[in-house]
C-alpha cells in the first residue's frame, strides 16, 4: 500500500486578517473560508494536510522542523517574510521536501520591494495573484508532482 499523501500548509504573518485587510487587494474572503477550500480539495486528492498560521518566524522555523518527515511537500505563504526570511528558506531548504510558494496577490504588479523572494530558490514553483484560488493550484501541483514520485 502506498503512503498517505501528505502535506503541510503554511500561512505567515498577517493572514490572519484576510477579510479586514486591505479588501480592495486581498478581497473580503477570511482566512477561515481560504482554509475550508483547502481541506475540500485536500479530500478530493486524497491529500492529509496540517495548516498552521503564524506572525512568528520562528514558529514557522519550528512547523517545518517538525513536519519535515511527516510531510510529503509544504505549501507556504510566507506573506512580508518572503523577502527577508533567510531563517525560513534555510528551514524549507533543509526538509528537502518539494515546497510550493504561494501570494494571494500578483506580487509583481505591487512594490518593488515584493518583487523579489528568497523563498523562490528553493521552491519547486510560485503561484501568485489568484487569491485564495492559488492553494489550490498549489494541491494540484503537488499532487502531481507527488505522483510522479510514486
Known amino acids: 500500500m502506498l503512503e498517505p499523501k501528505r502535506a503541510l500548509i503554511l500561512h505567515g504573518p498577517n493572514m490572519n486578517l484576510l477579510g479586514e485587510r486591505e479588501p480592495e487587494l486581498y478581497g473580503d474572503r477570511t482566512l477561515a473560508d481560504i482554509d475550508e477550500d483547502i481541506q475540500k480539495r ?28 511527516w510531510a510529503g511537500g509544504i505549501i507556504v505563504n510566507p506573506g512580508g517574510l518572503t ?15 518539494p515546497v510550493i510558494e504561494v501570494h494571494l496577490s500578483n506580487v509583481h504588479a505591487r512594490e518593488e ?31 502531481d508532482l507527488m505522483e510522479k514520485m510514486i
Open 83 to 97: 523577502h527577508y526570511s533567510i531563517s525560513l528558506r534555510d528551514a524549507l531548504s533543509a526538509a528537502r521536501l
Open 42 to 69: 485536500a479530500s478530493e486528492l486524497g491529500f492529509e494536510v496540517r495548516i498552521l498560521q503564524s506572525n512568528s518566524e520562528a514558529q514557522l522555523i519550528d512547523a517545518v522542523h517538525e513536519h519535515m518527515r
Open 113 to 143: 520591494f515584493r518583487r523579489h523572494s528568497v523563498i523562490s530558490p528553493v521552491s519547486v514553483g510560485v503561484i501568485c495573484g489568484f487569491d485564495g484560488h492559488g492553494y489550490l493550484l498549489a494541491l494540484d501541483a503537488l499532487n
